[in-house]
């Protein structure tokens, strides 16, 4: 991709620009972190110079923190929303597990994670960012394919939805401290296991 002329008055600008832009810098948080990633390397990256991006992120704080807000949206548009009409009640979970940090994600959601703790004393604003555009996000929304899975009688009603999505997202966090990156197994088996620790307690007594 070349770099986009410049707009006159009133012209929009080149959303795969725009798209090219963001997947770079969100690329490059996950692989090298946010004190490596430099305007430079994101203009680079997406195959720009370094005004276009300026034109559109004042900084490299705002561009991570828009970043982190397309990977979630992308990711959400690619995968459609969980079929909770003709999946049973075990399988939306396992799903709805899979899609917090798995690997069909590319693995670099939960890179980014471990990279913005290994900074977090040096740069806590990264950490809050992290939290409202990246993790928030995931876990509302496998909070709210609980609840929905409760309202139609699926679930226990008495669980905990907020604890078991830190369980499940603790869970990924666990599993990259104890193997690396380059190490997890298939995610679909570690969600499953996941929720199989967990089903006699998410779970309706006669379904236990």
Same mark, same amino acid.
């Given at each position: ?5 410049? +707009?006159?008055? %009133? ?6 620009? /725009? ?13 090298? *972190? ?14 720009? %110079? ?7 992120? +004042? ?42 940090? %798995? ?18 004393? /040096?740069? +806590? ?10 993790? /928030? ?17 699926? !679930?226990?009603?008495?669980?905990? !939805? ?14 990259? !401290?104890?193997? %690396? ?15 199989? *620790?967990?089903? +006699? ?8």
């Amino acid at each position: 991709m070349t770099d986009e002329t410049r +707009p006159g008055p %009133g012209r929009p600008r080149d959303p795969q620009v /725009q798209d090219a832009i963001l997947r770079a810098a969100h690329d490059l948080l996950a692989d090298e *972190g946010y004190a490596r990633m430099t305007i430079g390397k994101v203009a680079a990256g997406a195959g720009v %110079g370094k005004p276009t991006v300026y034109r559109r992120w +004042p900084d490299k704080h705002a561009l991570a923190t828009e970043a982190l807000r397309y990977a979630f949206e992308r990711r959400q548009t690619e995968v459609g929303a969980l079929d909770l009409a003709h999946a049973s009640a075990r399988e939306v979970v396992t799903h709805a597990v899979q899609r917090l940090f %798995g690997r069909s994600d590319d693995g670099s959601g939960v890179r980014i994670v471990a990279k913005v703790m290994a900074e977090a004393d /040096q740069n +806590p604003a990264l950490l809050d960012t992290l939290r409202t555009e990246a993790l /928030q996000p995931r876990r509302e929304l496998f909070i709210r394919t609980l609840r929905e899975l409760q309202s139609r009688g699926a !679930l226990n009603a008495d669980i905990d !939805l907020e604890t078991v999505a830190d369980l499940c997202l603790g869970g990924y966090l666990a599993a990259y !401290l104890m193997t %690396g990156p380059d190490n997890l197994d298939d995610d679909r088996a570690r969600a499953s296991r996941l929720v199989n *620790g967990l089903w +006699p307690y998410l779970s309706r007594a006669a379904d236990t």
